[in-house]
């Protein structure tokens, strides 16, 4: 059984008392320590090692910004996983979180039920790819920061909704490639079981993600990014074409290569 020590950075008390109603109540959290703002939360990391730190970007003293740079600057103090929880839906503000040293963002309101549950996947994420890192390479991103990276890259912004939805279909097929021929029956349910809305809610919010992607003119960074010219102005991916893509470059990366190119679905319907 895994043991986890949480510390919850957010200077709204109802949200922490919230929270520590939820965390304080399950045998996997051994600990759990509220903060009201960013410098005792700061305060706290240096005096005793957490696993997971929950912060919010808008707090008193210090901010949520501020105490991800600080801990930087403090390998020892930083927890392994850093989820950010906040009201803001400012593009340029999520990605400088991803870029300090955030593992996940998810934007208020949000029931405390969900927010641990993704906190148990990305501690075990987390575990196993420390793990991967340990035996192959020191400087190996996880998962998740590799998602994040490729939509950046495309231009899919954090706060829309067919994010969150993107980022799991991708790591569910990362981990369970079949998925990718049963999208309807079984990627789409799974997704809307874990957020609690109905499959076609998820469909139709990934659609709008990659919409997105290409209204802002990305096209070129998905070519660069996957090193064929694949798609033209007026030639969108279905969405499961660009799980599938994602996916597949995840994999290969990850040294789990398709041997076969009935393994590789999305290059194979590319014509690659």
Known sequence: MSEYRVLLADGNAAFRRAA?????????VIRFVEAADGQEALDKLREERFDVLISELVMPKLD????????????????????????????GLLQRAFA????????????????????????????????????????AKTLDEKITAVFLSVGIPAHIKGYHYLREAIRMVFYKPELISHITKELYPGI??????????????????????????????????FGFNIYGKNEKPTNGEFIALVADKLIIEDGRGAQDPAEAPALKRAGM
Do not use: Q
Request: with cysteine.
């Open 20 to 28: 520590a109603e939820m965390f304080r109540t399950d045998k996997d």
């Open 64 to 91: 949520g910004l501020d105490l991800l740079e600080a801990l930087a600057e403090e390998p020892s103090a930083k927890p392994d996983v850093i989820i950010i929880v906040s009201y803001m839906r400012s593009d």
């Open 100 to 139: 300090k040293g955030a593992s996940y963002v998810m934007l208020k309101p949000i029931e405390p039920e969900y927010l641990y549950k993704r906190m148990l996947d990305l501690c075990s994420t987390s575990a196993a790819d420390a793990e991967k890192s340990a035996a192959f390479s020191p400087t």
């Open 192 to 225: 809307a079981m874990r957020f609690n809305t109905s499959p076609s809610k998820v469909e139709r919010a990934i659609r709008h993600a990659i919409e997105v992607s290409w209204t802002r003119g990305k096209i070129e960074n998905v070519n660069k990014l």
